[in-house]
C-alpha cells in the first residue's frame, strides 16, 4: 500500500490552495474529491477578494476564470413596502489590481484544480472519504469505501460541516446556533443587458446586499451579483431562525419573494434561471472557531469555520485559499522534522495569527453578536423607510418642516434605543 | 421579474448523478420525532414532508447536500451522510 506525504480531503480554495502550495517541492500529495470535479459540490454567493492572497499566490489570478470586477457596491435597506439604497462607486475600485472579483466556484475551482495537475499533484475525483485512520491517538490516514490510504498527515478541507474533522474527534455534531443558509439562482442574462441594467462597462461588475423585509426582518439579507452573462441572486437566513417557526414563509419561497420586490424584478427580467443551488455558511467568526489541528491532521476553509460578516463585506473564500497555504507551510516546515505531532503542527495556528485569516476574524470578533441584533433587520428598515417617506413626501397641503418631521420618527425613547445599539456598533 | 419557477422546476435545472441509496435517513421508530418538523420548512430544496399518518418523511432526489437538516434535526435522529463520491449533485455553474 502507497503511503503518501499529504491526503488533503477536498478539492474547494483550501484544499486547492494547500495543494498549490505543497506542488513542486517533492512531496507526495493526494487530493481527494467527492464530486465528479472540483468544484461540483461547492458554490458561493459570488465574491472573491483578491488582495488579501494575492502574495500567497504570486501571478497565479492572472488567467483565471473570474467573472467581473466590482466597481458598484450597493446595500438597500429594505421595508415592507419602501426601500433605501445607498450605493458606492469610486476610481480605486476600477484601478489595477482590482479588489473584489464575482465568481462562479464550478468555473473557478475547476481551473485552479487544473493549476495544481500542472505541478505534478494527483487529484482523484468521485472519491467520499468515510473515515480516518487512527493509530495510537495519531491520524495516520483516511478511508475511502474499501481503500485505506495512509499519509504523515491528513489536510480536512472538506467544507463546513467537515466530517472528517469529527471522525478525527477534533468537533462534535453541531446544532444550527452559528451557521446560515444560503440558497442562490444563477440567471443568465445577456452581458450587454447586465451593464445597461447595472450602469456598467466592459467587464466592471455590481454587487447588492438587501437587509430587512428579504428575510422578514430576520437575521441575514438578499444578495445579488453580476456575472459576465448571468447574475446570481439569493438569500442568506439565520438557520435557527429558519428551524424555528420564526420565518413567517418556507425558506425557499422567500427567494421567490426577493425576486418579485419592485427593487429586484426589472433587474432580472427575462432572465431565464440556469441553476438552484444552497449551502451553509459559518456565522461565528472567531468565537466559533474550529479545532485547527490535532495529531497528525490539519483543518483549512470552512471546515475550521473561517469566515467573516460584517454585513458590509461578506468574506470566506480568502480566508480558505490563505488558511490551505499556510497549512501547506506548516506541513512543508514539519517534514523537517518528521514530526507532525500536536506541538510541531500548532505552528498553523501562530502562521494564521501572524495574518489577516485570525486578525481579521480576531478584530471583528464581536460582530456575530451585533449584527445579530434583529432591530437591524425589522425595526430599522421600516423606521429609515417611515422617515424617508415623510421627508419626500409633498402633500396636497401644506408640508410640514424638515426637522419636525424627523423628529415626529425619532421619540425620546426611539434615540435612547438608537444610542444603545450605536454602542454595539461601535465594537466593530 | 425572470420567469417563475416552482421548487420542483429549479431542482430539475441542476444537474443530479444517482446513488443506490439514500444518503440521508430518518432512523427506524424516529418518524413522528418533533424535531424533525423544523426540516419542513428550512429545506431548501423541500425534501422533507409530513404524510398523513403524522409521520416526517424524506425524498433524498434533488438534495443538494447542504447539511442544513443535519444542523437542525442532529444526528440522534438522521443517519446523515454525502452521497458516495460521484453522485448527487454536480454544479455547473456553482
Sequence with gaps: MDKFDVIIVG??????????????NGFEVLVLERGDYPGAKNMTGGRLYLNPVRNLFPDLFENAPLE????????????????????????ELRDEPHQSYSILRSKFDRWLSERVEEKGVAILSKIRVDDVIKDN????????????????????????????????????????????LGIKEVISLESGVINERFNLDGDEGAARLFVGEVTRGKFGGGFLYTNKDSVSLGIVVGIEDAAEDRLPIEVPALVDAFKERLEIAPLIRGGITAEYSAHIIPEGGFRTMRNLYGNGILVAGDAA????NIGFTVRGMEFALASGHFAAQTIMKAKQTRNFDVPTLSMYRRLLEDSFVLKDL?????????????????????????IMKDVYSVPAGPKERLYPTIRKHLTLSELWALFIDMKGVMKI | MSERLDLKAKLGLDVFKPALEPHIKIKQGMEKDPRLKPAIRACPAGLYSENDKGEVVITTDGCLECGTCRLVCGTEILDWNYPPGGTGVQYRFG
Excluded: W
Excluded at chain 1, 14 to 20: H, V
Excluded at chain 1, 161 to 178: F, H, N, T, Y
Excluded at chain 1, 305 to 308: E, I
Design chain 1, 11 to 24: 478539492a474547494g480554495l483550501a484544499g486547492l490552495g494547500a495543494a498549490y502550495t505543497l506542488a513542486g
Design chain 1, 68 to 91: 467581473r470586477f466590482i466597481t458598484n457596491e450597493g446595500i438597500s435597506i429594505m421595508a415592507k413596502d419602501r426601500s433605501v439604497t445607498l450605493n458606492y462607486s469610486g476610481n
Design chain 1, 137 to 180: 491517538g495519531k491520524i495516520v490516514g483516511v478511508l475511502a469505501g474499501a481503500d485505506e490510504l495512509r499519509a504523515d498527515v491528513v489536510l480536512a478541507c472538506d467544507g463546513v460541516l467537515s466530517l472528517v474533522s469529527e471522525k478525527a474527534g477534533l468537533r462534535s455534531p453541531e446544532g444550527p446556533g452559528s451557521f446560515a
Design chain 1, 305 to 308: 469555520g473561517l469566515a467573516l
Design chain 1, 362 to 386: 480576531r478584530n471583528f470578533q464581536e460582530t456575530p453578536a451585533v449584527i445579530g441584533n434583529p432591530r437591524f433587520f425589522s425595526h430599522y428598515p421600516e423606521l429609515i423607510g417611515a
